[in-house]
């Protein structure tokens, strides 16, 4: 949801004047240190490190001693850490980023060296001698509020990652500057700091991948630059707090998914979510009344297109305050009767809650008098609660590090979403949790300011009819700052707004357990998403629980997915979208993950709607989303926008459990949910830079037209055999561009890649809860050399620790499919269809567990289809025989 618009030129500029400006060869003249007292032991290795010359003080005095911690952690993370002996600086709390188990071991892939004086430091890949990361010739700065670290890179590189923000995928790699400092970036403009922070990049080479991961939550610029010559290029953080924390990632020489995993070793594998939450999502800031909501929901029925889960933003709630109901426009037994109409439909419903409170001292507003009485908002400098200014006007915010805020969050969890006297919602909604503020720095007076930005604002349109029908049937460690400037620190990053407190809880805020929000800004979004799932996990005890939030920071995906925040309907975000999937599903390991398909701010036209409904099919979070000042957008508004997502929804829902199992992998392992290009042919170039095509899953090649008025489309096809999803020609890539023409805009390019085995529903459905009653088609998609592997997992779909599972695992080889697996949940369905795409010879017969089965005749050359009518209860086998 967006804030209220304000020009953002302006600020970017004078964000830009606050800094000192120091040339770049005075801060590569410092002296850096030298190490002495080196102790290596085993798996370890620790040395001081002391001031080599005349301290710079470039932006405060450079610390003289230092210690510096190295660790080999596994065979493939190494753990460097440099820090400060004499002060406790802050340090990202380990009940935030819970750290990593150590099993060291003398088998490692890479090894660190280093240089006593001046002190440096480098990070090899230990089978080539490779560098993957090294300081050399970049002295270390290391000072009260700033750090610099510096590494040379290849020229070129293919660097992914340093989220959040609406850039290439691959990052640009001159001049080019990532700040990450979350802030309420409505219009999520590219080249700037957002929501979110993922200090995290991922280094694609043709020799292999690794992964670099910073583990701080400060302010920071992170700067990519092409050294002149064009010989080298560089990576640079100027960090503007907290200690040097790396963890260096071996990745693969072969197979770049590795390194993904290797980092959800690091910050946690994604939470696995309910398999309902992979059906069509529906909301909209602006939704009048409950007639409005129920309306939407009717609509969508009778138009046929598939609605999973209804959603309502803000409106609901009585002058914007949280916990609470407008009692004319939403009134509680008219929205119970819309929720139980969805659950008896087997359809789910989730609201928006945010975490800033009205600020209503003795007005009898419940969530902030009991906030009050346990003591647990956030704190201004001089110890009182701090004002900020939200959507019902002057608020105060949950202290999410106070001890006492989780049970006053559940609390009111438990209270306002009863299931048997409040609203039983499936799934929770998380917003402006940057913290945001609508208050400008300096916000001495919130109150005026609340008044001046008519905040909260008044509905201008009647209630409707209490009685009116619906539903008819139609056609941690402590830095101590004495001394530091916490709003405005010597150094500036980039960030978008002129002062690090604008429009958010001020840098000096303090929490419960004293840290300061200078350091723990970044991770407010984070804390909050904790608390909510388990507020969730309390209401409903053993169930996994739906989040989405805007705001994360590395390892939100252990509980809660993303939505990539308030975009516009402009072809620009919709092609955005595509990079901003891949980071969070890729790099960040957040993998619920999508856009508002057709665009939040601003209006959408019909051509762009249609085919963002089929883009948006592909995301794995899939949920139409606009705002209060924009047109209506639902897909049954315009008939193209209406064929386009049944059609799109088709191929989804029959792909539900290739998904849902691709979940589960990620959960267990890490392994993505989605893959750029060069995931699964890392040894072609051409592939590193494409971010307008990825696959779904390893398998589903997704090439969406991205222009505007166009009905073609030019799209990368990697040497490997290729099935058309809807017409199942055969396509052999030959490492080149092909153009497809004439694609309506009700249609999208979809491939399968050969080598891959799908378990398909055999038809989509309106509801999962139908679609998982629906029988099964085996799809075996037989790559070049002859062969095709495929698995399956499924489960009840919302438990979290399930009693059964069933786990299948297809293989393909010389005429031959072999399905094997355990069967302990009951599927209560059948395989209904089995096809085979790019059989080299029709076979004469067909044979299923040694019995001949009846082959379907009037398939296109290369494709047999079996109809085993087969109970999906045991292993089974297919004979293709000549």
Known sequence: ?????????????????????????????????????????????????????????????????????????????????????????????????????????????????????????????????????????HPIIFEPQYIRVKTSLPPNPNIYGLGEHTDSFRLPTNNYTRTLWSRDSYGVPNNTNLYGNHPIYFEHRPTGSHGVFLLNSNGMDIKINQDSGASAASLEYNVIGGVIDFYFLAGSISDPIEVARQYAQVVGTPAEVPYWSFGFHQCRFGYKDYVDVAGVIKKYSEAGIPLETMWTDIDYMDKRRVFTLDSDYFPLKRMREIIDYLHAHN??????????????????????????????????????????????GVTVYPDWFDPKAQGYWTGEFERFYNPKTGLDIDGSWID??????????????????????????VR???????????????????????????????????NALPYLSDRTAYA?????????????????????????????????????????????FAGAGKDVGKWLGDNFSLWEHYRNSISGILGFASVYQVPMVGADICGFGANTTETLCARWASLGAFYPFMRNHNGDTSISQEFYIWESVTKSAKNALDIRYRLLDYLFTAFHKAHLDGTPVLHPLWHIFPKDPATYGIDLQFFFGDSILVSPVTQENVTSVTAYLPKETFYDFKTYDKIEGQ??????????????PVHIRGGSILPLRASGAMTTAVLRKTDFEILVAIGADGKATGSLYVDDGVSLDPQASTQVSFEYDSGILNAKGSFEYPLGVKVSIIRFLGVQKAPKRVLVNKKEAKVVGGQKEGVVLVNPDLPFTSDFTVELQD
């Open 1 to 137: 949801m967006a804030v209220l618009s304000r020009p953002l030129t302006l600020l970017g500029l004078l964000s830009v004047a606050t800094a000192v400006w120091v040339d770049l060869s005075t801060l590569d003249a410092c002296p850096g240190y030298k190490a002495t007292n080196v102790n290596s032991y085993e798996s370890t290795l620790t040395a001081d490190l002391s001031l080599a010359g005349k301290a710079c003080n470039v932006f405060g005095t450079d610390i003289q001693q230092l210690k510096l911690e190295v660790t080999y952690e596994t065979d493939t993370r190494i753990h460097v850490k440099v820090i400060d002996p004499a002060v406790k600086r802050y340090e990202v709390p380990e009940s935030v980023v819970p750290r990593p188990s150590a099993k060291p071991t003398k088998a490692r892939e890479i090894e660190f060296k280093y240089t006593a004086e001046p002190f440096s430091f480098s990070i090899l890949r230990t089978q080539s001698n490779e560098v993957l990361f090294s300081t050399e010739g």
């Open 347 to 392: 359809q789910q419903y989730i609201l928006m809650t945010d975490p800033a409170v009205a600020y209503l001292p003795n007005s009898n507003y419940g969530p902030y008098d009991h906030g009050k009485e346990a003591e647990i908002w956030l704190k201004a400098e001089n110890g009182s609660d701090f004002l900020g200014v939200v959507w019902p």
């Open 432 to 457: 402006m949790n940057e913290p945001a503020s609508f208050c400008t720095y300096p916000c001495d007076d919130p109150f005026k300011q609340a008044k001046d930005q008519g905040l909260p604002p």
């Open 460 to 494: 201008h349109y009647p209630p409707p009819d209490p009685n009116t029908p619906i539903f008819q049937d139609r056609t941690s460690r402590k830095r101590q700052h004495a001394g530091d400037n916490l709003l405005n620190p010597p150094y500036a990053i980039q």
């Open 508 to 552: 000096n805020t303090k929490h419960a357990n004293a840290l300061v929000s200078y350091d723990t800004h970044n991770l407010y979004g984070t804390l909050m998403s904790t608390a909510t799932r388990n507020a969730l996990l309390a209401r409903r005890p053993g169930k996994r629980p739906l989040i989405i939030t805007r705001s994360t």
């Open 735 to 748: 490492g080149q561009n092909v153009t497809w023409e004439n694609i309506d805009y009700t249609q999208i």
